[in-house]
């Protein structure tokens, strides 16, 4: 996807996020239950923080330390949506092709920021929304390249660090709607599994059961084993 269609897509999400917040104010303390030992208020912290974090390296260009929250969670609450509005701004400032650092692979620029964000905001949207009855789904572009983004970003970062053993036997992931595919370890894959891309988006992200909504081709077990391996973080 373009820039300006993943920016687009941050304001819708963090927009929904801030009706959220706002709506007769929601119990903070409810679990999240796609964030296990999450309220509410700390899935709102968090989202401060990584905004915080991400606008000082795009200040600076260079790595910088995720600030933390004080023990008022209420308070990160309030400056993230106090700050929603020069977030943005600072995110529409990107100049794209820009050296700056980041986890991802070189080249190191600005704009891998503007990605992540989105899919940052976008699947958080999914885990504060469904705590209140909702389930937003997005659209197949932008559900196609959060899959691309956790399969060639996330999931080879995670087998680096040490955080996940590598895929015993690969697998093939393709986007009905779409067409898209994408192949997740080494070798001939072991299975396909198909389903629309919206699915797969969430489904990696283990916010949906990806099995039992998607069609499986060839051994499920494989399929199981590559998706109980931590490919994000």
């Not at 680096?160 to 590598?166: D, F, I, V, W």
Request: hydrophobic fraction near 45%.
């Amino acid at each position: 996807m373009d820039d300006d269609a993943l920016l687009g897509q941050l304001q819708t999400d963090l927009i929904a996020i801030q009706s959220v917040a706002l709506a007769g104010g929601p119990d903070l303390s409810r679990p999240v239950p796609t964030c296990p030992g999450w309220t509410v208020a700390d899935l709102l912290a968090h989202l401060w923080v990584i905004q915080g974090w991400v606008r000082e390296i795009l200040r600076t260009r260079e790595v910088a330390e995720e600030r933390r929250p004080d023990d008022d969670l209420s308070r990160a609450v309030a400056d993230f949506i106090d700050g929603i509005s020069s977030y943005l701004i600072a995110m529409r400032a990107i100049t794209p092709d820009e050296p700056c650092w980041n986890f991802g692979p070189p080249p190191r620029l600005a704009g891998f920021w503007i990605r992540r964000q989105a899919h940052e905001h976008a699947v958080h949207r999914f885990d504060l929304e469904s705590v209140f009855g909702a389930t937003p789904a997005f659209a197949p572009a932008f559900a196609a390249d959060g899959v691309d983004e956790l399969l060639t970003v996330f999931y080879p970062r995670q087998v680096r660090l040490g955080r996940t053993e590598p895929v015993g036997d690969a697998i093939r992931f393709e986007s009905t709607d779409t067409g898209d595919a994408w192949h997740l370890g080494d070798g001939e894959p072991a299975a396909t599994v198909t389903a629309d891309a919206n699915t797969l988006y969430l489904g990696l992200w283990k916010r949906v059961d990806l099995i039992a909504n998607s069609r499986i081709e060839g051994e499920p077990d494989a399929v199981q084993s590559a998706l109980s391996l931590a490919l994000t973080p």
